[in-house]
């Protein structure tokens, strides 16, 4: 462990020590100069490490020079690129605080999102700058304005111009561990979008704990189907290689693409919500092709990963293994599962109801399970359904301007001695058991557990029952009425089309066995509940990861009037 991220266990007034994640393109330049950085799919365009360096350096000079360092909060709107990552490590750098937020998070949400942060400058592409002229009250604060491409009236400086700053003798800022170093916003899957802040030690802990469990080595070739991963692997040394994709839309991705880009450069890491590669996989499977030999690692994260999304990936991936971490915004990663021991050792369970496996606490992640909404309570037993809690080195403390959500989120812990985690839980929002073999199950987000007369009734045991049957791509479990007390629970399936069948006529056939499928599921006591189905092909997903369901938009959708009777929709 560095001293970066030991340091940040302590308090601020602890150590002096220097604490920076750009840091480490420093050091790969150092040791590997003319070796590939970024290379840009769409576009042919690539950088070296020590010109990414050099391209880093001048712009932290340039946006100290302008007056964008030490703490001034800089909204980043550039398309992820070479461009992209250069500034945001000069912001690092720079000792500025880079605000991060999904433009998939639709412009509502994303303008609310600004404005609660007040900005003093912003980076970003044309548009980004005629959108701030066009909704003014948001982008109030700014005082500075960076832009990437054409700048028009709007004034301030330009990338290509902070980029061309002779660095030979700028001196970066000092940064220590808890400085603060971005604020990142939460994709709002399940409730508004919140400024996570994000302090140096945090990031290098991060990159230290993915590489060291991952076993990633400089020089390795690294395909990110989400950009801000990107971060996390050139900083380890990695080439990345940035497919041709729109990367707000994951679930709208090329596979075509994303294959080329990883066979073209012989990747040997590749990471992606499951949206992505519910895309790739049934095409390489049309194509009868599978991934290049080269290819040994697919992380998935962002949402719950399919078995048959498993099942499809074992099959194409000849030498590699499929990796499903799991974690959030607040606190990553957590725990972590490869897809060949889940579908060896724990897919009949899940099959039957007992949740989503997501694997072993990663080393120096505390994670234990509490009654949910409890403040101050000692762990479940093994095998007992409640909410999950986590602390570990890289556990945020706070929200950004949200006192309320934050006292809300965390929990205290009672410090131990010699212990160099912090003395606080983050509530993940999620419900999950441990099982005896130290095996933690996710069974879904608190808030879209369906709370029935008879008991509590789980997402992702409930789903794992109906996602095992014949043509079904996905489902949701619902409750009605949405917010109740006690509700009554719903099923919402979408089938998966079949070759040569019309999706209409598997509806019929499936709606035609319903009645056999609800005597089925009342044999299981995860299911018995369950007496509406619903079809639907069109499910509300989160705007990041395209994966992730909005159970509660979905109920809205769907929801019976008062004294409505169940039934096939």
């Not at 950085?37 to 350096?57: C, Y």
């Not at 004034?155 to 902070?162: C, E, V």
């Not at 160099?420 to 808030?447: I, K, Q, S």
Request: charged share 20%; net charge positive; aromatic share 8%.
């Amino acid at each position: 462990m560095s001293e970066c991220i030991a340091t940040i266990q302590h308090s601020e007034s602890a150590t002096g020590k220097r604490c920076n994640v750009s840091d480490h393109i420093t050091e790969q330049a150092r040791m590997r100069p003319d070796a590939t950085a970024i290379i840009e799919q769409a576009t042919g365009q690539r950088i070296t490490f020590g010109e990414l360096e050099r391209t880093i350096n001048a712009l932290a000079a340039g946006l100290t020079q302008y007056g964008i360092s030490n703490g001034t909060r800089a909204v980043l709107a550039v398309r992820p690129g070479i461009e992209f990552v250069a500034l945001v490590f000069a912001l690092f750098r720079a000792a500025a605080v880079p605000i991060v937020v999904d433009p998939g998070m639709g412009r509502k949400n994303m303008l609310a999102c600004i404005g609660e942060a007040k900005p003093e400058a912003l980076i970003g592409i044309s548009a980004a700058h005629a959108l701030s002229q066009v909704f003014r009250k948001p982008f109030a604060s700014v005082t500075k304005r960076v832009t990437v491409g054409r700048r028009w009236f709007w004034g301030g400086k330009t990338y290509s111009q902070l980029a061309s700053i002779d660095a030979s003798s700028f001196k970066a800022p000092q940064t220590r561990a808890n400085d603060l170093a971005a604020i990142l916003f939460t994709s709002g899957a399940t409730g508004v979008p919140k400024g996570v802040e994000y302090e140096h030690g945090m990031f290098d802990g991060q990159v230290l704990a993915i590489r060291d469990y991952f076993g990633i080595q400089p020089g390795e070739i690294d395909v990110p189907c989400f950009a801000l991963f990107a971060l996390f692997t050139v900083g380890m040394g990695c080439t990345i290689v940035l497919p041709d994709m729109d990367f707000s839309k994951p679930g709208k991705c090329d596979p075509a693409k994303i294959v080329a880009a990883i066979e073209q450069h012989k990747a040997s890491l590749t990471f992606g919500s499951p949206a992505v590669w519910a895309r790739v996989a049934p095409w390489l499977q049309a194509q009868r092709r599978k991934f290049p030999e080269s290819l040994r690692r697919i992380l998935i994260a962002g949402a719950s990963v399919p078995l048959k999304t498993h099942e499809a990936l074992a099959e194409l991936l000849p030498n590699g293994r499929v990796f499903t971490p799991y974690g959030a915004t607040e606190s990553l990663p957590v725990a972590c599962i490869d897809g060949r021991t889940l579908l060896e050792k724990f897919a009949t369970r899940m099959k039957s109801g007992e949740g989503t496996c997501v694997g072993k606490p990663l080393p120096g992640v505390d994670v234990q399970i509490v009654p949910v909404k409890a403040q101050h309570a000692a762990p479940l037993p093994v095998g007992e359904i409640g909410e999950i809690i986590v602390r570990s080195p890289t556990t945020t403390r706070r929200y950004f301007n949200r006192p309320e959500q934050t006292t809300a989120s965390k929990i205290a812990a009672t410090s131990e001695s010699g212990r160099r985690t912090p003395d606080f839980f983050h509530r993940m929002g999620d419900v999950g058991y441990f099982d005896a073999e130290g095996n933690l199950w996710f069974c879904g987000r608190a808030n879209h557990v369906v709370h029935t007369p008879s008991g509590p009734l789980y997402p992702d045991q409930v789903e794992g029952v109906f996602n095992a049957m014949p043509h079904v791509l996905r489902s949701a479990l619902i409750g009605y009425p949405v917010g109740a007390a006690e509700q009554t629970p719903a099923v919402v399936v979408d089938i998966a089309p079949v070759t040569g069948v019309p999706v209409t006529k598997v509806w019929a056939e499936v709606t035609a066995r319903e009645k056999a499928v609800l005597e089925l599921a009342a044999r299981s006591p995860v299911t018995r509940g369950i007496a509406r189905i619903i079809f639907d092909d069109d499910f509300p997903l989160d705007v990041r990861h395209n994966a992730k369901i909005d159970r509660i938009e979905l109920a809205r959708r769907h929801a019976l009037p008062v004294g409505g009777k169940g039934g096939s929709a």
